[in-house]
């Protein structure tokens, strides 16, 4: 739960920042515009740069939203790289740190899944942020090293680590549960809401069972993991 509201702090105060920022660039920009604009020859053509004003500032309004919603993407995909990295560090250390086959081997048919879907979630909400190319890189470089990472960490740590001592049970309890309420925030919040809550769905009784269906069969078949995990 404290994850959770971490992560809706982290997120509104994040999103309100950068949002700042670009209506501040873009008043700026417009001031300076206008003092170019300021000439004798303006003057001269009143009724037509009124005309030209109202066409600005209607594109400048549809702009702001394109804006904000860009700039509302690209804050939930970094939020959720982040509690992705901190998730993945923690399966891949247990994974490193497992002496056992027959602990691996489970571990690794649930690692190979999850990863799989955490990809596809994460690499769409990329998309969508339309990032440029050295942030697509650097993203997906993090998202493919961190449970390698991890595993060597395990590995390092396997002479000495111990699966049920009091300390190791409480600081893997408590990084679990912090990427647990990360990730349970942003699928909710960031993800599903704002997919179930789209005019197309709303507007589609036979698509919004679909969905909802779907989520169902979803969370289910992630589920059956923990038999494995």
Request: glycine share 10%.
């Amino acid at each position: 739960m404290l994850a959770a509201i971490a992560t809706l702090v982290v997120d509104t105060i994040a999103t309100g920042y950068f949002q700042r920022a670009a209506h501040a660039k873009k008043a700026a920009a417009v001031v300076g515009a206008d003092d170019v604009e300021a000439t004798p020859a303006h003057h001269a053509h009143v009724g037509h740069s009124h005309g030209v004003s109202a066409v600005v500032a209607s594109s400048a309004a549809a702009s702001d939203d394109g804006g904000a919603q860009l700039i509302r993407q690209r804050v939930i995909s970094q939020v959720l790289e982040l509690g992705i990295i901190v998730h993945s560090v923690i399966i891949g250390m247990s994974l490193g740190a497992s002496q056992s086959t027959s602990t691996i081997r489970p571990l690794v048919v649930a690692l190979t899944f999850h990863q799989f879907f955490e990809g596809i979630g994460l690499g769409g909400c990329i998309v969508q942020a339309k990032f440029r190319l050295k942030s697509v890189l650097l993203m997906a470089l993090f998202f493919s090293l961190t449970t390698p990472v991890g595993v060597v960490i395990g590995i390092g740590i396997s002479s000495v680590y111990d699966e049920n001592s009091p300390n190791t049970l409480i600081i893997q309890g408590m990084l679990s549960a912090a990427a647990a309420g990360i990730l349970n925030y942003m699928a909710l919040v960031d993800l599903l809401a704002e997919d179930f809550m789209n005019p197309r769905v709303q507007g589609n009784g036979r698509l919004q069972v679909i969905v909802n269906l779907s989520l169902l069969l979803g969370t289910a078949l992630m589920s059956m993991l923990a038999i494995w995990a």
